[in-house]
């Protein structure tokens, strides 16, 4: 969705739910579950406030498992019209974040992207008690617990183990 912003009424533009968004994310599996936006306008500068909500598949660092990772974000921008080159910005230091619209018009899909990226995980995980994988057998420890031994072999016990058998031959 792209927004003109002369086009804004003085009241406000407020978004609600995903109806005007069929495919904001480039990735299909990505998915925008639910949106409250509102753009205001003041003097040439264009606020964004509300929150979002969207679902994006992620595997799991431990088990690698897909799994579904909801995002949920909250959004205070403020856009400034894009400066001329050379010409000096002044950011008002009450906005959270600052970013840039040009040519009246601003970007709601892109605003969502940013907001859905900066949100996923640094090390996915499918749930935080993920048993992950076995290092012996490779199976996935969250379905099938196995009775591998993971433990490495003690080489006093096995020189016991061994004495053991050749007494036991004898
Ligand atoms: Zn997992
Ligand atoms: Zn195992």
Not at 162 to 169: G, K, P
């Amino acid at each position: 969705m792209i927004i003109r912003v002369s086009e804004i009424p003085e009241e406000g533009l407020s978004i609600e739910g995903v109806a005007e968004f069929p495919h904001p994310f480039q990735d299909p599996a990505w998915i925008l579950e639910g949106l409250s936006l509102l753009v205001e306008k003041d003097g040439n500068d264009v606020l964004v406030r509300g929150r979002m909500r969207a679902r994006v598949p992620q595997t799991c660092s431990r088990c690698l498992e897909l799994f579904p990772f909801e995002v949920q974000a909250q959004m205070d921008t403020r856009y400034c019209p894009r400066p001329a080159r050379g010409e000096e910005v002044e950011l008002t230091p009450d906005a959270l974040e600052v970013d840039f619209y040009a040519d009246d018009l601003l970007d709601v899909n892109r605003l969502l992207r940013t907001e859905t990226e900066l949100g996923l995980p640094m090390k996915p995980l499918c749930r935080q008690d993920c048993r992950g994988l076995c290092p012996v057998c490779g199976g996935n420890r969250n379905i099938t617990p196995c009775a591998c031994e993971v433990r490495l072999p003690d080489p006093r016990l096995a020189a016991l183990k061994d004495l053991a058998e050749r007494l036991t031959r004898q």
